[in-house]
C-alpha cells in the first residue's frame, strides 16, 4: 500500500512539472504570436490550455484522493497539499499565456505591439518563460536554491512592467491612450504569470524545508 502511496505521490510531481513545462510552453508561443502577429499560433493555445487545465483536474482529483484515503502526513502531507497549489497555479499560467495569445489574434494582420515596446516584450516573455522552466526544475528536484532564483526573477518581471509603464505614459507616445491601456494590461498578463511561477516556488521552498520563504529571497531561511 505505501509502494503505491509513493509511486502515486511521484505522478503528481512528474505532472505538476509537466504542468510548468506546458505554461512555459504556451507562455513562449503568446509571445512569438504577439510579435510576429501569428493568428494561427494564437489560435492553437485555446487546445494547449483546455490540455493544461484537463491534467490540473487530474492532479487534483489524485492529490485529495490521498488526503481522504492515505492520511500522509510530515514531508508527504507537505507535497499534496503542495500539488493542489501548484497545479492551480500552473494552470493559471495557461489561462494568462492564452490571454496574450487573444490579444495576438485580436489584432491580426497588425501586430498588437508598437514597434517601440517591442523590445520591452520580448524580455517579458522571455523573463516568464524562464521562470516557467525554473519551476519545472524546482518542482522535479525540489531545489530551494532555485526556488529563491525564481523570486529574484520575478523582480526583473517587475521591473520591465514599471518601464513598460513609463513609456506608454511619456510625452512622446504617438499611439494614444487606448493603445496604452491594451499595453500595460498586457503587461500585467506576463506580471501576473511571473507572480504564479513565484507561489509555486514559495510551496516548493516550503516543501524542501518545512519553513516559508522569507519576504527577500536574499535573506538565508
Known amino acids: 500500500?505505501?509502494?503505491?502511496?509513493?509511486?502515486?505521490?511521484?505522478?503528481?510531481?512528474?505532472?505538476?512539472?509537466?504542468?510548468?513545462?506546458?505554461?512555459?510552453?504556451?507562455?513562449q508561443s503568446a509571445t512569438v504570436a504577439l510579435l510576429?502577429?501569428?493568428?494561427?499560433?494564437?489560435?492553437?493555445?485555446?487546445?494547449?490550455?483546455?490540455?493544461?487545465?484537463?491534467?490540473?483536474?487530474?492532479?487534483?482529483?489524485?492529490?485529495?484522493?490521498?488526503?481522504?484515503?492515505q492520511a500522509p502526513v510530515a514531508r508527504d502531507l507537505r507535497t499534496v497539499v503542495a500539488a493542489l497549489h501548484i497545479g492551480a497555479d500552473a494552470d493559471r499560467m495557461g489561462a494568462l499565456a492564452s490571454h496574450v495569445g487573444r490579444a495576438a489574434a485580436r489584432n491580426h494582420p497588425e501586430r498588437?505591439?508598437?514597434?517601440?515596446?517591442?523590445?520591452?516584450?520580448?524580455?517579458?516573455?522571455?523573463?516568464?518563460?524562464?521562470?516557467a522552466d525554473e519551476a519545472r526544475d524546482a518542482v522535479r528536484s525540489l531545489d530551494a536554491a532555485l526556488a529563491e532564483r525564481?523570486?529574484?526573477?520575478?523582480?526583473?518581471?517587475?521591473?520591465?512592467?514599471?518601464?513598460?509603464?513609463?513609456?506608454?505614459?511619456a510625452?512622446?507616445?504617438r499611439h494614444g491612450p487606448m493603445v496604452a491601456a491594451d499595453m500595460v494590461l498586457l503587461g500585467r498578463f506576463y506580471e501576473r504569470f511571473a507572480d504564479h511561477a513565484v507561489e509555486i516556488?514559495?510551496?516548493v521552498y516550503f516543501q524542501s524545508?518545512?519553513?516559508?520563504?522569507?519576504?527577500?529571497?536574499?535573506?538565508?531561511?
Open 201 to 203: 516556488a514559495r510551496r
Open 1 to 27: 500500500m505505501r509502494n503505491e502511496f509513493h509511486d502515486t505521490l511521484d505522478s503528481l510531481v512528474s505532472d505538476l512539472a509537466e504542468m510548468c513545462d506546458r505554461a512555459s510552453a504556451m507562455m
Open 36 to 69: 510576429d502577429a501569428d493568428a494561427a499560433r494564437a489560435q492553437r493555445l485555446r487546445g494547449d490550455l483546455r490540455d493544461l487545465t484537463s491534467l490540473g483536474a487530474s492532479v487534483n482529483d489524485r492529490a485529495l484522493r490521498l488526503l481522504a484515503l
Open 171 to 173: 510625452p512622446q507616445w
Open 150 to 169: 525564481i523570486c529574484a526573477d520575478d523582480e526583473r518581471m517587475d521591473a520591465l512592467h514599471r518601464e513598460l509603464f513609463g513609456r506608454v505614459a
Open 209 to 221: 524545508t518545512g519553513v516559508a520563504m522569507e519576504a527577500d529571497p536574499a535573506r538565508p531561511a
Open 112 to 131: 498588437a505591439t508598437p514597434a517601440e515596446i517591442a523590445d520591452l516584450f520580448t524580455e517579458m516573455g522571455a523573463t516568464a518563460v524562464r521562470m
